[in-house]
């Protein structure tokens, strides 16, 4: 377990440090959004500026004071508590601090989620830890990851539909991606089939439809390879 958690800190920082860019299209512009200092700090964090991390964490928590129902703000707190546990348990070695920080930022992930359903931010920040998450906890662990991951990739799918196709390559790839990937390892290979075909269809030529080909032919395509294609 500890092992697990332990590899999980890194894990988390390199999918939130370079996967949850800004997103170009919102969600409402009547949602409050996070500053984008703020924002920036964080990915400064996630890839070990500790000093920008804690300056993010402290900036989040002041508006959460202020704003309880700041879903943007939740969110990003949530991922950065998962991280604080991989701290604990890495600096620390406390596996009761760790594992109560693990469920406070799990909480966080999904009320989050709860005040602002409809966020293209909100549910790809919590879709993008778990997915990852879910690669580096105990087995026991990762359905109940994967399941709301996947609900989140859906949830951005539908909220795209009508424009989906004038969305930048990466952020379609990505989200096709990561959807094929939750689904192979929750066990539902047709639907991670068919977003695998999808990426060859409706991305030719490109470094995705080249992995998701390599993929449909061997199905023990590397995880760390499926998603985050830029950050490799």
């Not at 601090?97 to 909480?107: D, I, N, R």
């Not at 409809?118 to 919590?126: E, K, P, Y």
């Not at 023990?220 to 390879?225: G, I, L």
Request: aromatic share 6%; charged share 30%; glycine share 6%.
């Amino acid at each position: 377990m500890k092992r697990a958690l332990l590899s999980l800190s890194a894990g988390i920082g390199l999918i939130l440090g370079f996967c949850s860019q800004p997103r170009e299209i919102h969600a409402a512009e009547s949602q409050p959004h996070l500053d984008k200092q703020i924002r920036e700090d964080f990915y400064a964090g996630f890839r070990g500026d500790r000093p920008a991390f804690d300056r993010a964490v402290a900036a989040t928590r002041k508006i959460l004071d202020a704003q309880p129902a700041h879903a943007e703000a939740m969110v990003f707190l949530g991922s950065a508590t998962l991280a604080l546990s991989g701290r604990a348990f890495l600096d620390d070695g406390d596996m009761q601090k760790g594992t109560e920080l693990w469920e406070q930022g799990m909480a966080l992930l999904d009320k989050a989620v709860q005040l602002q359903p409809a966020n293209i931010d909100v549910r790809s920040q919590r879709g993008n830890t778990l997915l990852i998450a879910s690669r580096r906890v105990p087995p026991d662990w990762q359905p109940a990851l994967l399941e709301k991951s996947l609900a989140d990739f859906n949830a951005i799918l539908e909220l795209h539909k009508d424009h989906f196709s004038a969305l930048p390559e990466r952020e379609r790839g990505e989200l096709l991606a990561s959807l094929a990937d939750g689904y192979d390892r929750s066990g539902d290979k047709d639907r991670s089939h068919a977003c695998l075909e999808r990426i060859v269809k409706e991305l030719p030529g490109t470094e995705y439809a080249r992995r998701a080909e390599a993929w449909l032919k061997d199905p023990s395509y590397p995880v760390d390879k499926r998603t985050c294609i830029d950050c490799q």
